[in-house]
């Protein structure tokens, strides 16, 4: 799946030289939390978030610091900070270093840029143009397409059996060999010895999640290596 395919095109942008004022209403009137910005070309100039706004004057939250570092800032960065916390164009505060991705950009490395810099939304671009906004909310729906719906076909219990067995084959943390599946009724029952109690809830996911299975009857037991017992489910 790419990039493209997921985005959400009609995109809210606001100008570098509109009013901050104005781009604070369109975010609360469109219950977003960030804006793309735009120059006169339509191309991506960066990109006006809640957090770029944490620290105004208006609100009495400009960083305060002790004098003594204050000395040992630069006049120049001083400046910055001060149109940061006091300027009213969204040029003036938005965030310039923008991550942005491509419309062909695969998804898994949509999420992984959107891990790696800790973003909530990352822009879509395309001829330096923009083209479209991915957010957490486009990922939830493209999860929502693609989630299975409840399998209402008749599955024998020998090709239930068959199909938990072998995803649990598939699975590097499945201690495969000691752990029967029995299936009744398009019952699955998971029976057996499991070393790492964290592999109980795996293999309980991975037999529901076989089309046709009904439910998961979880009889494994743990054996914890430093008290040599054996506990129960």
């Not at 960066?46 to 004098?67: F, M, S, Y």
């Amino acid at each position: 799946m790419k990039a493209a395919e997921i985005m959400t095109r009609a995109v809210v942008t606001v100008p570098e030289n509109a009013l901050l004022v104005d781009a604070v209403r369109l975010m609360l009137g469109q219950h977003i939390s960030g804006l793309p910005v735009v120059d006169t070309a339509g191309r991506l100039a960066g990109i006006l978030t809640e957090g770029d706004l944490l620290r105004r004057a208006e609100t009495g939250t400009e960083r305060r610091r002790p004098r003594w570092v204050e000395f040992l800032r630069s006049p120049g960065q001083q400046a910055e900070e001060y149109v940061r916390t006091h300027g009213r164009r969204v040029g003036q505060i938005m965030t310039r270093d923008v991550v942005s991705v491509a419309e062909s950009t695969p998804l898994d490395e949509v999420v992984e840029t959107m891990e790696r810099h800790r973003i909530r939304r990352v822009p879509v671009t395309g001829d330096g143009r923009l083209v479209g906004m991915i957010s957490r909310a486009d990922l939830l729906r493209a999860l929502l397409r693609e989630m299975p719906a409840p399998d209402s076909d008749t599955h024998s219990d020998l090709t239930l059996r068959q199909a938990i067995e072998a995803e649990l084959s598939a699975q590097p943390w499945s201690s495969r060999s000691n752990v029967t599946v029995v299936v009744v009724d398009g019952v699955a029952n998971l029976e057996g010895v499991i070393y790492d109690e964290r592999a109980r809830a795996a293999m309980c996911v991975a037999a529901e999640n076989v089309p046709g299975v009904k439910e998961v009857h979880d009889h494994l037991e743990f054996y914890d290596p430093n008290s040599g017992l054996i506990y129960g489910p």
